[in-house]
């Protein structure tokens, strides 16, 4: 959530700054700014509630030009999304600053200054930032030296973009909780909170580690650790290329990216698999001496992320025979936690960055666990970096706001994990070369389902009108059904629950009638005819069905039921393959609807704050 683009350079950094917001807009937001330094060295600033392309028509009437600057996309924390309240925040004419996070302690010093004679012009927590910073300089302090005391002062998460009239061709960064990367051109310096931003200008990245301090001029970048001692950090050369986030003929990047699930797919597994056997080495050194002590599984995540956990349990405990708990990050982190001996530590995000996941990480290092594994889709990502083990989905860049490639290839890789642990405790070799070969079909299963799509954009139409849905899915289709659930819900607004189709009497059967559409996946597998009663108990009650069903179900379009007919998919991988036509549902609803399919409101992409 929020985004942060700044830089010092020979050029005008205006139009850069303006295409790195639009280039975040994809985590969320309901404002924009931008603060530049002109050639006479003055603070100029020009901010707007919504899109960027507000921001860009309020440039248009009023052009700002300068080498030094920093922009922000704001997603409301503290403080009305509004004009006032977005960043970059000022004090005195002369501090300008961008943040990302929460400011714990801002009462405290919002009191203080104001004692100091400090005015505010907002309601947000960054405020008080910038008045520090000013108050730190009039004590004598340089910028760098004055950054460094304010971050002192903050208790919470931050990053920070700072410039100053008084230091022209100097920009200075920080971070703690929230991620900052540096971009390095020639003879110019950058930051922003995820490489997507800066692609046009650079493919040469540092990546700041927790409590680091930059400060970057046109020609040298000096990095302070958290300790004050000047450091180096890595440089990085990303393979993304400047148009791998465009949407080309797509018209929403959601659409895009649920057609990119093949390739995907297919880039996940590479090098991961070789003849009949996945390669434990792909999780990194050591994995194999780790997972010949995994007795357990306790997998943490939020979201999307999370559902992808609850099918992965269902694999755990099937195919490797060791107990799994599976749990959402932000309730894990407060409450005490009992740990059994020899349990693997597993964490979920896509973006690596999920504010309540990495806290659980960094709480369970205490906790006993016998090593932690991410699996993540960042390779430079805060998760990545502090776990012990990693798997990278190689989902690459994934705009919409609502994830879809992030989700199927999640399940990929971890059903590579559940491999693994089962070879341990007796799966056949046989067993393993046929998980295989269901793996490497996967694409082309997954190719075969996407060719549902003008079938489910005109079954689409018969959820325009609707305020409610009720998804139904059993065993490991129904975190599949909780998933399609939040995808309506996350971009149509439809209200929509999931349930395990086996609770119908408990409850939810209560709302069926003729306008709550019931959505169910029907797989061709041991509990499939348990579903065909549950779903004879919505259509008893005069219930709209629509599901999606194995061809070899047996399930076909007839009376209140709409069918749609899979290709007949293996149960190891059917909750990957039976996922996307729920994407394609929601998407198409979405449409249909007039909302906005890419940044649904209220949302963000990467969830930084707790």
């Known amino acids: 959530m929020c985004g942060i683009v700044g ?3 020979q ?14 807009e994809y985590r969320g937001y309901d404002s924009a700014g931008i603060a530049v330094l002109d050639g006479g060295a003055h603070l100029r600033r020009i901010r707007a509630l919504g899109k960027v392309r507000r921001l860009e028509d309020a440039l248009a009437r009023d052009p700002l030009a300068g080498s030094t600057g920093i922009a922000h996309t704001r997603w409301a924390t503290h403080g009305e999304p509004s004009e006032r309240n977005a960043h970059p925040h000022v004090s005195g004419e002369r501090i300008a600053v961008v943040h990302n996070g929460i400011i714990e302690n801002h009462e405290s010093l919002r009191e203080r200054q104001r004692a100091a004679g400090y005015r505010f012009e907002s309601d947000t927590d960054t405020e008080v930032i910038a008045h520090q910073i000013h108050l730190h300089l009039e004590r004598g302090l340089d910028l760098v030296q004055a950054v460094r005391a304010t971050v002192a002062d903050l208790a919470g998460a931050y990053a920070l973009g700072v410039i100053s009239a008084d230091r ?14 540096i971009g390095i051109g020639i003879g110019e310096h950058f930051i922003a909170s995820d490489v997507f931003a800066l692609l046009p200008v650079t493919q040469r990245f540092c990546f700041l580690e927790e409590g680091d301090v930059a400060h970057l001029t046109r020609e040298h970048l000096t990095i302070y650790d958290a300790a004050g001692q000047a450091v180096a950090r890595p440089e990085r050369v990303s393979e993304l290329s400047a148009d791998s986030v465009e949407r080309g003929a797509y018209r929403h990047y959601m659409l895009k990216e649920i057609f990119e699930q093949p390739r995907a797919v297919a880039d996940t597994l590479e090098g991961r698999i070789s003849g009949e056997r996945v390669l434990e080495a792909a999780f990194g050194p050591g994995a194999g001496a780790v997972f010949d002590r995994v007795e357990a599984v306790h997998i943490v995540a939020c979201g999307t992320s999370y559902h992808a956990g609850l099918v992965a349990r269902y694999w755990i405990e099937s195919l490797a025979g060791i107990p799994c708990q599976v749990e959402v990050a932000s309730e894990f982190r407060y409450r005490r936690v009992v740990v059994t001996p020899g349990t693997l530590f597993v964490t979920i995000s896509q973006s690596g960055e999920t504010a309540d996941t990495l806290a659980a990480l960094r709480g369970a290092r205490e906790l006993g666990y016998l090593a932690s594994l991410a699996i993540c889709n960042v390779p ?13 989905t190689r989902a690459g860049p994934e705009i919409g706001v609502a994830s879809t490639k992030a989700f199927t290839t999640q399940l990929t890789a971890l059903l590579l994990l559940v491999v693994c642990l089962a070879r341990r405790r007796g799966l056949a070799p046989e067993a393993e070369a046929h998980l295989v070969a269901e793996l490497r079909g996967l694409p082309g299963r997954i190719e075969a389902v996407l060719g549902l799509n003008p079938d489910i954009q005109a079954l689409a139409d018969e959820f325009a009108d609707k305020h409610h849905a009720l998804f139904l899915g059993r065993g490991a289709h129904y975190p599949v059904a909780m998933e399609g659930a939040l995808k309506l819900k996350e971009i149509s607004y439809i209200h929509a629950e999931a349930y395990p189709a086996g609770e119908l009497k408990h409850g939810p059967l209560a709302l069926v009638d003729a306008d709550m559409p019931v959505i169910a996946v029907a797989s061709n597998d041991q509990l499939l005819e348990k579903l065909k009663s549950n779903l004879q108990e919505v259509r008893a009650r005069g219930g709209r069905l629509y599901v999606f069903a194995d061809r070899d179900s047996g399930i076909v379009g007839e009376g209140g039921t709409r069918a749609l007919p899979v290709a007949p998919t293996s149960e190891a991988i059917a909750p990957i393959v039976f996922t996307v036509p729920l994407q394609l549902l929601a998407y198409h609803v979405a449409v249909l609807k007039g909302t906005d399919v890419d940044q649904p409101r209220n949302l963000a992409k990467s969830v930084t704050v707790e």
């Open 7 to 9: 830089a010092v350079a």
């Open 11 to 24: 050029r005008d950094v205006a139009a850069i700054l303006i295409e790195g917001l639009r280039r975040l």
């Open 380 to 392: 430079e990502s805060s998760l990545v970096r502090e776990s012990s083990l990693t798997l990278m």
């Open 168 to 181: 022209p061709g100097e920009l200075v960064a920080a971070r703690r909780g929230s991620p900052l990367v």
